[in-house]
C-alpha cells in the first residue's frame, strides 16, 4: 500500500545531512532559545535580589514556579510558550532546509483530517476522564477539589491555545520530521518507530516525575506514550490521530487533575496526594489497546504488515529538487 504521509518525505530536499543540521537546530530551540522569555523574567528576578541562589536551585529540580515566585498560570505560560518558539524554528527549518510546509508532515500533501483529530480528542479525553472517575470512587481521600475561579479561568484559556501548540510540536518533530526522515533510509518501520519513541521518551528525561518516580518506570510510560503515537501515525497514514491523542492527554493534565510532582504545574480542579504509577502504566497499556482497536475498527484498519515493512513511496526514485511545496 502506498504511503502518501511518507512519500511527502521525497519532497523539496531530503538529504540525510539536512536532517541532521534541523534536529540541532530545532532542539537548540528547544534546550535554548525557547526558554529565553522565561530566563529573562527569572534572571530579573534574581537581579532585583526577589529570590536567591537556593530558589533557583529548588526551582531547576522540580519545575515548581512557587520558588521563584511566578504563579502557576504565568509560569505555565512561560513554559508553552518555549513550545511556540520551537515550533516556528521547525517551520522555519522545513522551508529553509526542505523546501516543505508544516502541512507535509501532518498528511503529506493532502488535506488535513481535522475529524480524526476531534474524534481522537474526545476518546482520549473520554478514557481519562472515566479513569479518573473510577480512582476517585476507589479512594476519595486523594483528592483535593481546588476550583476557583479567579485561577481556572485563565489556566482555561492558556490551556486552549497553548496546550495544542505545544503537544502539536512534539507531534510534528518525533512522529512527522523524524519519523518520515527515518523511513527514507529504507529501514523497516519498526525502527523508525521505536528510534523516535525512545527520543520522545529521552526528551521528557529532564522532568520532575522522573525525579519522584524514577526514571525506569517513568520512560516506560513515556517511550509507550511515543509507541502508541507512532502506531497511530503509521497505521492511519498521518498525524492526525496523534495529534488530538497527546492533546487530549496534556490537557487533561492540565485542567482536570494534577499532582505534586507533575511537570505541567496548574491550578486544575483537582489535586491528587498520592500516584500509583504501577497501576497508572496498567490502566495505560490497557487503554492504549483498547484505543488502537477503536481505531482500528472506525478507520478499517487491516494493513498490519506495514509496521514490519519498509514505508511504500509512491516514487521512490525520484525528488522534487528545488522547489519549494506551498
Known sequence: MISQFFSAAQLGKNDWWRYLVGFLLVFMGIAVIGYIPMLI??????????????DLQYFLNSLDFQFVQIGNNFGIFLLLLSFLISLLILIWVLKTFHHRSIRTVIHGM????????????????????????????????????????????????????LIPIQTSFEELLFRGYLLQGLALSGMKLIWPLILTSIGFGLMHGMNPEVQEFGAGKMMIYYIGSGILLGVLTIMDDGLELALGTHAATNFFAATCVTFESAALKTDALFK???????????????????????????????????????????????????????
Open 110 to 161: 493532502e488535506s488535513i483530517r481535522w475529524g480524526r483529530i476531534g474524534f481522537a480528542f474526545a476518546l482520549w479525553f473520554g478514557f481519562s476522564v472515566i479513569t479518573e472517575v473510577i480512582s476517585y470512587t476507589l479512594d476519595p481521600d486523594l483528592y483535593q477539589f481546588q476550583f476557583d475561579l479567579k485561577t481556572f479561568l485563565p489556566l482555561l484559556i492558556i490551556s486552549l491555545t
Open 272 to 326: 491528587v496526594t498520592e500516584i500509583n504509577l504501577d497501576l497508572t502504566l496498567i490502566g495505560f497499556i490497557i487503554l492504549s489497546s483498547l484505543f488502537i482497536l477503536i481505531c482500528s475498527w472506525k478507520y478499517k484498519w487491516t494493513h498490519w504488515s506495514r509496521l514490519l515493512e519498509p514505508a511504500k513511496f509512491s516514487n521512490q526514485n525520484s525528488q522534487i529538487e528545488g522547489n519549494e511545496i506551498a
Open 41 to 54: 523574567v527569572i534572571f530579573l528576578k534574581v537581579f532585583r535580589g526577589e529570590i536567591d541562589d537556593t
